[in-house]
């Protein structure tokens, strides 16, 4: 119910159109209609084109198909994450349009590319081969959101040259994701190089004192590297999503 | 030692102005230097006009004083953080030039006013009056780094209509940076509403199980609302740092 | 041994029937058997109507068969909670007349409806579909109690405009459980709504920072809304029976 | 703005006393208005007659005095927790009509007595004298909030004798506040004995693996009698809202 | 009310010199009595002769001094633990017979010597002078309870020969208390050294990863000596306790 | 090398019967030697005729196996811990002569029945059926160890007069072993109730925040009943060797 | 790029062969190349003949065989850690080159011995024999990496006598890994016996109070033994490659 | 007794100056005698010449000037690390020759200076201003027992240039000490750079998730550098004795 719609209204109550009581009643449920409007997610989706996102985790591979038919009837591009290997084949089985990937553990069902994002692409930088699930978790979704993409590996603060090495592409990248289990040293690493928002995310790669991801959850939260910001231990969707908001606005 | 520098040196080699030795022993700590210049951080202020920060726990007052004049002769705003009242007074004392702000605990030595960045203001989100302080030190970094602030309080999720009555606020800001104690639901309230990048705090307010902020930070971490990102218990500098870089990079 | 046995013995103590010896030696166990008669759960169980409880976990389907058959031979209900499919399907076909319910993993044993308790419904509020089997434990429970149960699901602070649906719906119930995993804010959101006793039951649901339940644990413990309570991690069946408390001490 | 004073616009614009634009700009807040009209705490307050509550720590004297003399412009009661000795001298000196109750550190300034609530008195049981200041900032909250109290002391569970004597005033008291530190085990011993809620509150008395609080309260969560309920550590004032709004709702 | 009472009421019931009336009010709160009689601690210790003690923590000289003198007047020993130096004067200062001891931070009012219990000594073994306190805080309390004790001091895994010179000493003892800090090794090398009962008391000296006495608590709790048994962090006084309830026990 | 050796090699060095570097080299290696026959296991093991106990976590059905007919071999008792049904069964199909019990999960090879000690049973009492195999496993061993053993079974704080009903049992016995998951409150209770050694057991019966057993540790440790000691959590084995080695020093 | 490579270079600018521009390009990547050269992890592998270690956890065995197998045909020796037999199966099946060990989980792919280094062993001693798997990890990695080791078994502080036996090995190594779960004492005792580098490994065997080998980790940081530094929980192999950077710079 | 006095004896006996009683009565002790010589601290100090040292935390000024005028009687130097400013004032009023250093914390009494061990320095390496305490700490404990030391300040992992600069250092010491606070990932960096033994000390610099130190100590336990090794939180002295140690057995 708009401005407009109100005014109508009342002028309806004015010219004896309307009774009070059923104007009393048609203004009763405003406030939550209004909010209504302007917060339910598939409305924020449509406004940014971000597609519909289904966390795979406690799902069957039929509730999955399902909503991503749905999703898909509405016109919109679904994401599935944290799908596993044997779920994503039943739901490609049941639905044939879905890409799945078993890198990334996703299932995605887009009709037409997003649209472009962002005044750069982001970058998603690894720190060791067992981070890269995570990692290709956080890719996937930022190219299905939108994004341009760039994917840097196996650089970790054991050896600097090969991180070194990747200034350049930090460089000219809007936004960085950095992946990293163990000590999560990384994250300071590339905080330090540059002068971009650094998005870090603590895998639970590592065994003993890791703790689950603790220990690079730590460790990146007290960086000493200004400027790093922290997401769940091995949300690699939500360190996306969060670079895509970032990338979003800066294309307005 | 910035590029146009090495070309004056180059060209009075070639003109015989300065001799190889003479130019050999420039260079030799170029590999250092020239990663200094990406890296170090007076150089990146200077590329970006942010002002030299002091971390002021654990330092004097004196301290302080002189790492300031310093800085400000180099040209540069200089703010310091964490300065409590006593050692501000004393570095006003010392610095009469230093503006020194009791509710952030900052203090700031800034000839003119900084360059202006972001596409839109950083709001800075509170949700009790105990979580001011932190709100404070953010809110006077963002502004000495440049950006426009706006300031929303005392809106906790436990009165959902204080919160929802600045919605239009949160749309027209850039990043927001949520501050909160206690459970830290804030964050995961505001992160709903809006498709902007949101930075969470928390903050060590709170007793019992809050553990000195430990609740607020798992909180936070653990937001149903995707795009939250999380700094340091406390840290409002660094949520600070993190919006400036958005919006350095969005206002370029 | 009640009183007007004691002043029975006390008079043939008087009149010489009694020995002082054998006075002395009925007067011993008194202490206990006065204790027992006024504490022991079976009683409590037939004075205000409650059926027993079993809890499935560790429990073999013929030990729960067997246990639910005893209490159904004293005329009473019997409810196993934490009673997998595969135990439920088999205590089904030792006692025919049980009702599983895999949603909530209950077994119930009921030959007729519970004394209805309570001034107005509990209300089960379930922030994510993940937690449903918790709060399915809840709302079967308080329904074998004696409470009427309505169900609000999926409503979540990340999306406030479907919670301030329900605030009707909150206000005609006497208690209202929370259930949600992650952070827990719902319970907070949710708090700040009602005047309600609000019960909030942390669940395990979530990864890496969640710990188990434990960040939706401390968000509730430490929640900003006056008069919310919390129960253990995934504790459905805790909070119905607290919510039972308070609506038959209401309805007395 | 309440449906009355809506209803009374709505009439006005049906007589022609007030424009519609008039109409429309009163309407305009009218969504966060009426949410502010269901939640802001001083509006329930006014509701249901109970007093607003200052949460003292980290205010001044000077602070905690203001708002009380505002609380009482509006002819509200008013309830300060967790005023020192000292900050509650200042307020008495500012504002001779507050009472300071060192014992329970709440300053209170009431004009009438509060409407009594419920349909039996609150119980606030200690386990040990430690316990005692949380134990009268829960029994003082309930009383202001207009419970009538029962006070039970030094029952502990290594002495089961005390604790049971207690037992009718128990069986008459609506709701049961249990306050103990070390391994809370009085929540369990308190909680078997009866049917009717148990809050349980955790304090911080102990020393070495009690944690601040952390031993009471995983011993009070997990607590093996049914219908017991826990708040944050220390949180006197909580358990006596939560068993205030039981006994509201009892006694309509 | 002991047995001896009962018969004595029962006999003049039986002469009649007591009407039935006045026997029943005197035996009608016999349960709890009868109770009290087993379970409260002053008559546990008159029977066993263990002295009242006083937990210091938290109370003023003056209720220290108030209830030594109660207990003295009831022809009891009193101890009192967790006393500071000035606290210690002050009590002697009003009781003058007080025996305050700094090093154990004790106060005992003892006008007999307490009877000798145990078949040997309680030994406690110290790894480090930083322990001492703790080690003193349980011999004080051995002593007073009737305990011969011997102390042996200053032996620490890391110097094993000093550790094995005292063997002849842990063989002659009954019970053996064993204080250490840092990573509690100790327990684990005395307790493979003997055939005798060790309780292990964990102090908080350490610093870092010692997290306030936790490192040696685990160390103890997980000693790879079988019969290592453990108190709480700091917990002197409940080590003694313990060991003079085996040495109790043991004489008989 | 007993001091008879010693003396017999001096008087063959006096005699010149030995040279001096002979002798030298006979005592270079006496410190290690006279330890050696002081501290070996077994030797503790043939003097106070305690079997040999074998942990059968991580090891197969044939280890277990070997050792224990080894360890029969001696003449000596062996008592295999933590074995599983599986392992269990093969190990008796190996050696026919164990008798291995599924409640306590042991194997016992017992060729005659030990020395009985103490000076009164070993009392095990239990919170809940869950508690049962650690029960068993401290029972068990402690028969094996020569104890009498009583078991006092389901008992827990939530129904107090169940436990108050065996206190006459508790107090015939020379040292109660108390076991119980949760908030582990039994342990005050009993420990309140009477003047004996107090061993409790914290188990990993629970969920959610029992934290595997942590709660209950911390529930015993903090235990506000004096005398109370503590061993690992589960650790039935370790309650019930220091049971004994007090039994075994009461019964000398 | 070496100091002479920049000498001639400006040269050929002061002689006009080269452009400034030129020069300029030449310049600008002489850092990272510098770089590159002095940090890559392979370099310092064939500078010092260490192998190139693969960690097996996460991989397939055909990712294992693969990465061996070119490590092979650079000519160095390849060591892969926590191969479980599975795997260890099928990289033998792949590479019939390849020795697998059970024991120590590793496989090893070695054309010629390594070189022998240090001036003594690396002596690994072991608690227990559930620290069996991590003590040969750790003994394995030694010796691929080129040092004598020397294998102690079965030494536990609660029997000294064993421990006591080995000093003369302790006395005669050069370094000297102490691996122990449980309480983790180990470490302190030999590094109070000893004049040598103590590098301790923390397993996670045990069970409660363990957690994981958190206790042991614990005890080991805050060993009362001067000297001793700690790796990682089941670290055998950082432990051993630690050892190995002390063996190899002593024996240089 | 070293082996020179027991060959004197045996030499005495065999001549016939000492009777077998009188030598067997010097032997007596001999086990422990022996043990001790090899393992007491300051005879290890006699033999490699390593001071006493004094731990200051708990002790007063006047028994540290005590123990050092003691350790200085017997020809030794003594050093006392966690010497407040006040404390260090009050030992060298006491004793004149005692060197107090402030930034260290450290009192040394030393007449002559140490013998030199090592085949090169150790690096003391500080990421922070506030790391400098403990870091200073190592770094005059170092000196002290021996050591050349250099100092390398000021080097973090945002700034990865300052720490390159730095390599050649690194390069030619013997043993690298690597202080770091925040989420010490200063250990991974020079962990990669270099083949060298690197002993890592988190400190307790930092706020929030740092918990005192425990961010840096995870961060630095599961360093992805191979060859860290880990002391205490804060504890630079240990690892400086570590160093040492390493550099004693190199330099033999």
Redesign the interface.
């Known amino acids: 119910m708009d401005?407009g719609e109100?005014?109508g209204l009342?002028?309806r109550?004015?010219r004896?159109e309307t009774s009070?009581d059923e104007?009393?009643s048609s203004?009763?449920d405003?406030?939550?209609a209004?909010?209504?409007e302007?917060?339910?997610?598939h409305h924020?989706a449509l406004?940014?084109g971000f597609p519909e996102?289904i966390l795979g985790?406690?799902k069957t591979a039929a509730q999955i198909a399902t909503i991503m038919r749905e999703i898909d009837s509405h016109g919109q591009t679904a994401l599935a994450t944290r799908v596993d290997a044997e779920s994503g084949a039943a739901v490609v089985a049941a639905l044939p349009e879905v890409r799945y990937d078993p890198a990334s553990r996703t299932a995605v069902l887009m009709r037409k590319p997003p649209k472009r994002i962002g005044?750069?692409p982001v970058c998603v930088v690894t720190?060791?081969?067992?981070d890269l699930p995570v990692a290709e978790e956080a890719a996937v979704t930022a190219e299905v959101l939108g994004n341009e993409v760039v994917r840097v590996r196996d650089v970790?603060?054991?050896?600097?040259?090969?991180?070194?090495?990747h200034?350049p592409t930090f460089d000219r990248s809007?936004v960085i994701v950095v992946i990293a289990g163990?000590?999560?040293?990384l994250a300071?690493?590339v905080?330090?190089?540059v002068?971009?928002?650094?998005?870090a995310v603590?895998t639970?790669?590592?065994?003993?004192?890791?703790?689950?991801?603790?220990?690079?959850?730590?460790?990146?939260?007290?960086?000493?590297?200004?400027?790093?910001?922290?997401?769940?231990?091995?949300?690699g969707?939500?360190?996306a999503?969060?670079a895509?908001?970032?990338n979003?606005?800066?294309s307005?």
């Open positions: 401005p109100v005014r009342l002028e109550v004015r004896g009070v104007a009393l203004l009763r405003l406030p939550f209004e909010l209504e302007a917060t339910v997610d924020r406004r940014n996102v985790t406690g005044s750069g720190a060791g081969t067992s970790g603060v054991a050896g600097l040259h090969r991180l070194l090495r200034r809007s163990m000590e999560g040293a300071s690493a905080g330090g190089l002068s971009k928002p650094v998005i603590p639970s790669v590592g065994y003993g004192a890791s703790f689950g991801g603790l220990s690079a959850l730590l460790g990146m939260l007290t960086s000493c590297a200004s400027g790093v910001t922290v997401v769940n231990i091995d949300n969707f939500g360190a999503y969060a895509s908001l970032i979003l606005n800066a307005r």
